[in-house]
């Protein structure tokens, strides 16, 4: 292997690394499943591929594929550990070769789709969305889809619905290996489909769902992990972060220097970015019946004192204060310390509902795509945790803040920080 090779290798592997973190933020159930896959760098490949012992790839298709569209490259990862966890490898034998492969791409992509994670999402294709309107809202089996397309209820040539739904290369499924071998690796993604239902079944353990109306007798729990003037001191200091800044790096002038001068990249990718921490901030409050006015101050007080610590810090951030309790009650941007001020002093509280997180999620989510916020770094919610929260993990940091330790806490799902404010 040449030093163009090498350096290609260890991008390759780095940016292979990044994808895993995020979709593992995401899905914290698939830990077993992304440690049955190893990743191995093969120069000689086209694209990438897994016989579902290893995750071979080409280090320029890959470095190409991250380059036009980072998103791709995650949904293609979560792709082909789908074909794994679904047991796609082993189940074609007694199918047409392109049919089932291609409703084997068809599958995963609608389950895919169907998480609707922003961070996986794809680029709009009219074909696989009049065909994902056909699947409707119920996930189809392979098998399901294969008979479809043989029976052409999906009206558009194969190659038209191959390039919209297919990323890795399947020929690998076909290798023929040893029996005892084969047996082998389909134990293991049998060993990974019950780790991955078990945390799954886990995961939805812990939303919040509705109080009910009998008393509670709080028992001592856990120290949490954050704490709320550390998490919040980030956000008032701007700072550069030890990480493979991948957004900023320039591909082609990467290939055009190893191809032209001897194997010596004109630009190496930055292994640290600024980070901006200054912009836009989400304070949302649980307005339910649990957090009094005076509760609410003086979290206000403490939240203002850590943000004010940095010169100026008003003079470079908004700040959206939200009143939820099942639906958004009232929204106060503060651009100054005045305003600040008057508002925790002045304060009325809205609502003394039910309790339901996600429609302050909502309302920030079309907030930015109104342009209406566009620098969002991190949300935090204060509350008592017994409320309806998210399934999906946003695309900014998210904190739930509570004013003392309680078992609620465990409510709080594995993509959010647990404070104590």
Not at 27 to 32: A, I, K, S, V
Not at 78 to 91: A, K, P
Not at 214 to 226: M, N, T, V
Not at 254 to 280: F, T
Request: glycine share 6%.
């Amino acid at each position: 292997m040449d030093e163009k090779e090498i350096r290609q290798s260890g991008l390759s592997l780095k940016i292979l690394q990044n994808c895993r973190n995020e979709l593992y933020s995401f899905f914290p159930y698939l830990d077993g499943a992304f440690a049955c896959l190893a990743a191995k760098p093969d120069s000689e490949r086209a694209s990438i591929a897994t016989e579902g012992d290893a995750l071979w790839f080409s280090p320029a298709f890959l470095i190409n594929a991250y380059g036009n569209s980072p998103p791709a490259v995650r949904r293609g990862y979560l792709h082909i550990l789908l074909h794994c966890l679904y047991l796609h490898l082993f189940r074609g034998d007694v199918y047409q070769k392109r049919q089932w492969n291609l409703a084997c791409d068809m599958a995963v992509e609608h389950i895919i789709e169907r998480e609707a994670v922003p961070e996986l999402a794809a680029g709009e294709d009219p074909v696989r969305e009049r065909c994902f309107r056909l699947m409707g809202e119920r996930s189809l089996s392979a098998e399901e889809l294969y008979y479809l397309l043989n029976q052409k209820r999906f009206p558009f040539s194969m190659e038209a619905l191959e390039a919209a739904f297919a990323f890795d290369d399947h020929s690998l499924w076909d290798r023929k290996k040893e029996p005892a071998e084969i047996i082998q690796i389909k134990e293991k993604w049998e060993r990974a489909i019950v780790h991955a239902g078990k945390g799954k079944q886990e995961q939805k353990r812990r939303r919040g769902k509705k109080a009910g109306s009998g008393h509670e007798i709080i028992q001592p729990a856990h120290k949490s992990k954050y704490d709320y003037k550390r998490f919040l001191k980030r956000f008032a200091i701007p700072r550069e972060e030890v990480e493979l800044d991948t957004e900023s790096f320039d591909y082609v002038f990467y290939h055009y220097g190893m191809e032209h001068y001897g194997n010596m990249p004109l630009i190496e990718p930055l292994e640290y970015k600024e980070v901006n921490r200054l912009e836009e901030l989400v304070i949302a409050i649980d307005t339910s019946g649990s957090c009094s006015r005076e509760t609410v101050q003086r979290f206000l007080g403490e939240t203002y004192g850590i943000l004010s610590e940095k010169e100026n810090f008003f003079r470079r951030m908004k700040v959206y204060i939200v009143q939820c309790d099942c639906q958004v009650q009232d929204v106060t941007v503060i651009h100054s310390e005045e305003e600040w001020k008057r508002y925790s002093k002045e304060i009325q509280i809205h609502g003394r509902g039910g309790t339901d997180f996600r429609p302050v999620f909502r309302y920030v989510q079309e907030l930015k795509k109104k342009k209406g916020m566009q620098n969002l770094k991190a949300l935090i919610y204060f509350t008592d945790g017994d409320g309806m929260y998210p399934q999906c993990k946003p695309e900014y940091e998210t904190a739930f803040a509570f004013v003392k330790e309680t078992p609620k806490m465990d409510l709080v799902p594995p993509w959010a920080l647990r404070l104590l404010a």
